[in-house]
């Protein structure tokens, strides 16, 4: 069965360092997304991407974040200047069609030191 | 604002039915999901209701929607310890509850 998947399991960096996470959804969703869960909080929606570019952005989602599908595959995160707050599980999600749900990677761990 | 919310905890002996229930407030959401996360792992689309429906079922799972009122609800039947995990509701924009923590009596 298909999946999305993400790479690595878990970053550790220092702050101000620029974090990079990949995803690899699943190969016919057109729909991207990325969540956050910061540890025993709830899951929080950063932005959603269609058609290469952002369909949607929340408020966690300022300046020093980005978003890129740099190939036909990937999907990725950029942290510019890592915070310690930003130090949580990050999930990549797809789908193929929008109102279906979103099938989700198993999350990439982010500890800033 | 959007806000979806749920009880932080249901505990239920193994064998029975499990109900979580869940409010949102986006009453313009066409689709409303029920995710499982189980521990150290991501989450799993479990289950989605279309919002002209007021009941879906899915084997051990049903889902029950009730628009007028906002409420959403998981039902499993017969409780295994397999179910043990937090279990999300999300609406439309995929805006997630905290979870609601499912413990297995034995």
């Known amino acids: 069965e298909p999946e999305v998947t993400q790479t690595p399991s878990h970053q550790v960096t220092q702050m101000g360092q620029e974090v990079i996470l990949r995803c690899v959804p699943i190969s016919n969703h057109l729909y991207f997304y990325w969540y956050r869960q910061i540890l025993g909080q709830k899951v929080e929606f950063l932005v959603s991407f269609y058609n290469n570019e952002i369909s949607e952005k929340s408020e966690i989602f300022d300046d020093q974040f980005s978003v890129e599908r740099p190939d036909g595959s990937n999907f990725t995160l950029k942290i510019r200047s890592t915070k310690l707050e930003d130090s949580a599980m990050y999930f990549c999600?797809?789908?193929?069609?929008?109102?279906?749900?979103?099938?989700f990677g198993p999350g990439t761990r982010l500890t800033v030191l | 604002g959007e806000d979806v919310e749920q009880s932080l905890f249901l505990s239920v002996r193994e064998g029975d039915s499990s109900v979580i229930n869940c409010t949102y407030t986006d009453s313009s959401s066409t689709y409303l999901y029920w995710y499982k996360q189980e521990p150290g792992a991501g989450l799993q689309l479990l289950t989605y209701?279309?919002?002209?429906?007021d009941m879906k079922q899915d084997q051990r799972l049903t889902v029950l929607l009730n628009k007028k009122d906002k409420h959403l609800s998981l039902r499993i039947a017969d409780t295994q310890t397999g179910d043990s995990a937090i279990y999300f509701c999300?609406?439309?924009?995929?805006?997630f509850g905290k979870g609601t923590r499912l413990h297995i009596l034995p």
């Open positions: 999600a797809s789908s193929e069609r929008l109102g279906q749900g979103a099938y």
């Open positions: 999300a609406e439309d924009k995929i805006i």
């Open positions: 209701i279309f919002s002209n429906m």
